[in-house]
């Protein structure tokens, strides 16, 4: 027992969910700051948990729920998501809550969680169902692909309290539940970095699920991950219209590995040659920023340089990594171009520049291939071509 407390966020709603303060790795996704997996009891007619946690974190959420009632009284569970941080103490919890129905989409969160947990007692839902607890309505809203096919958003009308799973959250473990009791920069800019790295290629399902969620009235935010939103609520859904509308802001990225500083020479010159043209520029040496940041950098930047040296007639490894994750990634509106330098075959320019005409950019300069060590003029000649000779 670690002395776990469920905390209250409105009058009979508890916040039972566990915390993560050590992950630093969530699916290839660096995460600095931890994570947490929210759950949420509602005392009712019909006592309702909404999600569970990560499987080694179910003494956690057992706990924090055994603090209010005994947890064979669970009447209903709302999975809004099959993936296992948010589901991965379902089974667990259901053999103790012996009665309680399961809500899940239809039929994706059924066959998703049929294939994790085995038959359980699951309610399928669709669009536009809701159900009655007690004093309390649970309305259920679909939002496929945002980011599995079986995610889903729950709100509930008489408390105005949406719970919305992934969307909105962030990976931060803190000791405080509200957003107002953290730093908002902080939590801001982690909330942009999880938009970045998991829900980037959704954009436009999160313009739909936006769009479903339409006017309704929230007066809390009570997220899968991080913090329960209350003050900042239209901040945050400010931020979720910017980030899913594929708008790209005036700025550019770097990125780079080098193997004797010749690469890195040249991402210098092309990170002050944007800068000479008024266009404020990053500058990353692959191997001292993690790739979660990188990436939540370039997703409203619009212009993006890559380079690497050739070896072994190849690119550098760590710059194969980062164009395979950007692929996936598919940021919008994207313009770019590939440099490097090189011994003898120089390959590896073209090949960074093809992948980046695979993650769906436009190129917007020719390669920058260099023999060697680059000198002053051809220094200069790269310079000349970002601020003039190229039409942005
Ligand atoms: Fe937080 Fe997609 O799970």
């Not at 729920?65 to 991965?88: F, N, Q, R, T, Y």
């Not at 692959?286 to 790739?291: D, E, F, G, S």
Request: aromatic share 10%; proline share 4%.
């Amino acid at each position: 027992m670690n002395n776990c407390k469920a905390v209250e966020i409105a009058k009979n709603i508890y916040w039972v969910g566990a915390i993560d303060w050590s992950m630093r790795n969530f699916h290839g996704y660096e995460t600095a700051r931890g994570s947490s997996y929210n759950a949420y009891l509602i005392l009712d007619k019909k006592i309702t948990l909404i999600d569970t946690a990560k499987i080694n974190f179910k003494d956690e959420l057992l706990e924090r729920i055994s603090g209010v009632i005994d947890p064979a009284k669970i009447d209903v569970i709302v999975s809004s998501h099959v993936e296992p941080d948010h589901s991965g103490s379902l089974r667990e919890v259901a053999a103790i809550a012996k009665n309680a129905e399961i809500i899940t989409t239809n039929p994706n969160g059924v066959k998703g969680l049929t294939a994790r947990y085995g038959e359980l007692n699951y309610k399928p839902v669709k669009a536009g169902d809701s159900i009655s607890i007690g004093a309390r309505t649970l309305q259920f809203v679909p939002t496929p692909m945002l980011h599995w096919p079986d995610s889903m958003v729950t709100y509930c009308p008489e408390e105005k309290i949406l719970f919305s799973n992934d969307a909105f959250g962030e990976h931060f473990a803190t000791s405080m539940r509200f957003d107002d009791e953290n730093d908002l920069d902080t939590i801001l800019f982690e909330a942009k970095k999880y938009y970045a790295n998991i829900l980037m290629p959704f954009g436009k399902q999160a313009q739909a699920a936006l769009k479903a969620l339409g006017d309704l009235e929230i007066n809390l935010i009570a997220t899968g991950h991080g913090v329960i939103w209350r003050k900042n609520i239209g901040k945050i859904l400010d931020c979720y219209k910017k980030w899913s509308s594929g708008e790209v802001e005036e700025r550019a990225v770097v990125v780079f590995d080098s193997m004797w500083h010749s690469t890195e020479i040249l991402a210098q010159t092309i990170t002050e040659a944007f800068a000479k043209r008024g266009i404020p520029a990053a500058y990353y040496d692959i191997k001292a920023t993690p790739l979660s940041d990188i990436v939540t950098d370039i997703f409203m930047s619009k212009y993006l340089a890559v380079g690497s040296p050739t070896i072994n007639n190849q690119m550098m490894p760590t710059i194969a990594k980062f164009l395979c994750y950007i692929k996936g990634l598919r940021p919008l509106n994207h313009k770019a171009f590939a440099f490097g330098s090189y011994g003898w075959g120089g390959q590896s320019i073209g090949l960074v520049e093809d992948e980046l005409k695979a993650a769906g950019m436009e190129i917007i300069l020719d390669k920058i291939r260099i023999a060697n060590v680059p000198t002053k003029t051809q220094l200069d000649e790269i310079t000349e071509k970002i601020i003039n000779g190229i039409s942005f």
